[in-house]
Each structure stands twice: as structure tokens, then as C-alpha cells.
């Protein structure tokens, strides 16, 4: 009972905080295992925002964002895993399903949040924010990704094609860490 209380109360924080959000800090989310987790948990941080799918030609992407987190997460990068099912059904399962997926076949130790709507008439007050934000873009299919500064703004948005290794990408994480 509790849990679901957080779930309702992390929920409706997130929604009526939307159109009044300062930053990405603003935001409380639902973790993969149900828990409300306010984003401020990560101020200070510069943060890799991605809607992920398992059942997606970008899947394969999990394989990339674990080391990109793995190589930068000690000077101060987070990778922020949302599973949404926007595009074709390519995410169909549930939390525990994904979080099983995530964990057995890509390692990810990287938070792994519950799932939501990217994008659309149900689309979650965080990306509502993200794809509105002027440094950032909307959602064209699953493995987007949102680069927020340490200021909890976003600096960059990279599409789907964008590899978590590429050159393009971690240049720009690289300049986000070494900024204040």
C-alpha cells in the first residue's frame, strides 16, 4: 500500500509540476521497481535522459549506454533509462519484464525508471518538458536521448541514430562535465 501511495503522490508531483517546472530537477518519476524518485536526487550531475524499448533496432543501443555510464558516472555523468512503448509496441512488458531484459541480456546498472509515454496525447509531464524545452527536441522513435547540464537544463537532444558512443555525443558529455 505504501508503495502505490508513493507511486500516486510521485505521480501527481510530476504532473502538476509540469508547466511550472524550473528544471529537470522539478520532476519526482517512478523507478523501475515502483518507488516515487525526485530527479533533484541527481542536482549537480550532468544526466543522459534516453526512451528506451526492448524490442526495438535500437535495442541494441543498452550495449553502448552501460559503458558510456561505466566510463563517466565517477565525474559525474548518470544515464536515465525510461522504457516507453510510443513506437509499434516496442516496448510491451511490464516494469519487472523490462528491468529482467535490462539486467540479463545489457548488464545496465544504470537507474532504470518505470514506464511511460514519451510522447502524444499521454505524454509524461517530464517529456512534455524535455520536447519543449528550447534545447530540445520531439521524440521520433525510441533511444532519443536528452543531454541535462549540471543546472538541471537540457544542453542537447540526440536522435536514435546518435550511438551512445559516438564521437558527436561524447564530445558533448565530455564539454557538460566540465562545466559548472
Known amino acids: 500500500m505504501k508503495s502505490l501511495l508513493s507511486l500516486i503522490a510521485g505521480l501527481f508531483l510530476s504532473a502538476g509540476s509540469a508547466g ?5 530537477y522539478d520532476f519526482t518519476m517512478e523507478t523501475i521497481d515502483g518507488r516515487a524518485q525526485p530527479l533533484s536526487v541527481y542536482k549537480g550531475q550532468v544526466l543522459l535522459i534516453v526512451n528506451t524499448a526492448s524490442k526495438c533496432g535500437f535495442t ?6 552501460e559503458p558510456l555510464y561505466e566510463k563517466y558516472k565517477d565525474r559525474g555523468l548518470i544515464v536515465l533509462g525510461f522504457p516507453a512503448n510510443n513506437f509499434m509496441g516496442q516496448e510491451p512488458g511490464t516494469n519487472e519484464e ?5 539486467t ?18 499521454d505524454i509524461h509531464p517530464l517529456y512534455a518538458w524535455l520536447t519543449a524545452h528550447p534545447n530540445g527536441a520531439p521524440v521520433s522513435w525510441n533511444f532519443n536521448k536528452f543531454l541535462i547540464g ?4 537540457v544542453i542537447a537532444h540526440f ?4 550511438a ?6 561524447t564530445a558533448a558529455i565530455e564539454t557538460a562535465l566540465t562545466r559548472p
Open 20 to 24: 511550472a517546472a524550473d528544471s529537470v
Open 60 to 65: 541494441k543501443q543498452y550495449a553502448g549506454l
Open 98 to 102: 523490462i528491468q529482467q531484459f535490462c
Open 104 to 121: 540479463l541480456k545489457y548488464n545496465v546498472t544504470f537507474p532504470m525508471f518505470g514506464k511511460i509515454s514519451v510522447k502524444g496525447g
Open 150 to 153: 549540471r543546472d538541471g537544463n
Open 159 to 162: 536522435g536514435s541514430r546518435t
Open 164 to 169: 551512445p558512443e559516438s564521437e558527436e555525443l
